[in-house]
């Protein structure tokens, strides 16, 4: 404890997400480097990642993002309504979407043809020239305008351009195997996409920036950097690679998962362990109750997940519950010294502890759906370690302020 002024930081809620806006920023930097001349449009949709959008993209922006990029318009409004009005690009629509609001709010939008109509009557009705970047979908078949329809929307977005209702800044596409970068179909969708990009420039269309490169490809493959690259999950300090570690591309977890051990109790061999009794202490031990389930985003379907108290990491025994889990600690584990104590399911990695990789393995999923599904009952509590120095780990002196759910 420190002699923080703010009783209501002075503590962490008993479960917390603490994420490190100085690790944000130092993977923005890291990002800055690698993509360097390109600028850096920091992702920051889905909460960006469950890490809170509005603290993250603020953290991104000190540390020289020059974009923020988003799926929904809705998400673009909420970064606009605390203040922040740095470009921004929503990129994902539906014909109940509001383009007027985006409009309005100078929200640039990605388009990928059908949205024209609704963007110029926004346009009209702002008595604004919308911003948009018309996406091609050079092979991932989702987003996009397909390229034997590409000149036709091209047409028609400069017809619209000629009329002052709408202003190409713009073009864009999404790679679709990046992280495997020895993949031939990286190349092909390169050569559609500076097709589509010389297409735009002859039809009239003064672009801004070309952008394609998400994480993988920012580190993998420098030729699709373009004007700006769309760093999502690298800026949370985590690796778009299965091969790859955090720390072989100098970047820094930013978020901890932690709370406290609820229980600690011996049992006897054969002690069945959660609901279907899976589990079955080989021999007598102990069990450490930990107070996160399902409900709080921990992967029901992982197996095994590691959990870190004290100096040790344990592994989780038996079905992952909605509010809680179970660790066998061991015949030899000192009970009285680990009940109340800190266990942390995943955070930086120092020091050998576990990260959102080793529980992604546990899940046979990825980092990305790990951090992004850590739910709104799980307090997101925001801290600088910049400016605490001294301070080691996640010390609850650190500036914390708290964002979303009770805490
Ligand atoms: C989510 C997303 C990104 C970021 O991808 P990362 O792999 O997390 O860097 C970039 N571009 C688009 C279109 C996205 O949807």
């Not at 998400?75 to 470009?87: K, V």
Request: aromatic share 6%.
């Amino acid at each position: 404890m420190t002699s923080t002024p703010d009783p209501a930081v002075e503590r962490l809620p008993e479960r917390a997400a603490v994420v490190d806006l100085e690790a944000i920023r130092h993977n923005v930097r890291v990002v800055r480097t690698v993509a360097e001349p390109a600028r850096v449009m920091a992702v920051v949709k889905a909460d960006a990642y469950g890490h809170g959008a509005v603290p993250v993209a603020r953290a991104a922006l000190e540390a020289g993002a020059a974009w923020l990029g988003v799926a929904h318009i809705g998400e673009a409004l909420t970064l606009r309504a605390a203040g922040i009005d740095a470009p921004t690009l929503a990129w994902l629509h539906t014909p109940d979407s509001n383009f007027s609001a985006a409009v309005g709010a100078g929200v640039d939008l990605g388009c990928s043809g059908w949205e024209l109509g609704r963007i110029v009557d926004a346009a009209r009705e702002q008595q604004r020239p919308a911003r948009v970047h018309l996406k091609i979908d050079t092979g991932l078949g989702r987003n996009g305008v397909t390229p034997d329809r590409w000149e036709a929307v091209l047409d028609e977005a400069t017809d619209y351009q000629d009329q002052g209702l709408l202003r190409v800044v713009g073009v864009f596409s999404h790679l679709a195997v990046a992280d495997e970068p020895d993949r031939p179909e990286t190349d092909v969708q390169l050569d559609v996409f500076r097709d589509a990009v010389a297409l735009a420039e002859d039809a009239g269309c003064d672009l801004e920036v070309r952008h394609i490169a998400n994480s993988p490809a920012i580190f993998s493959r420098p030729d699709t950097h373009f004007d700006l690259v769309r760093a999502g999950i690298s800026i949370y300090g985590l690796s778009p690679f299965p091969d790859q570690s955090s720390s072989d591309l100098g970047l820094r977890p930013a978020m901890t998962l932690r709370t406290l051990v609820s229980q600690c109790k011996r049992v006897p061999a054969g002690q069945g362990v959660s609901y279907g009794l899976t589990y079955r202490t080989p021999g007598e031990s102990a069990l450490g109750l930990i107070p996160l389930g399902y409900a709080d985003g921990v992967p029901r379907t992982s197996n095994g997940g590691p959990v870190r108290i004290g100096d040790r990491t344990y592994r989780v025994v038996g079905r992952v519950a909605m509010d809680q889990l179970v660790v066998d600690l061991g015949p030899d584990a000192d009970v009285e010294a680990l009940a109340g104590g800190e266990a942390v399911l995943f955070g930086t990695g120092d020091d050998g502890g576990p990260t959102a990789d080793d529980w992604a393995r546990a899940a046979g999923t990825i980092n990305y759906e790990i951090v992004t599904r850590i739910s709104p009952r799980v307090p997101r509590i925001h801290i600088d370690s910049a400016q605490h120095e001294s301070e080691t780990g996640f010390a609850p002196g650190a500036v914390a302020t708290v964002a979303g759910g009770p805490a």
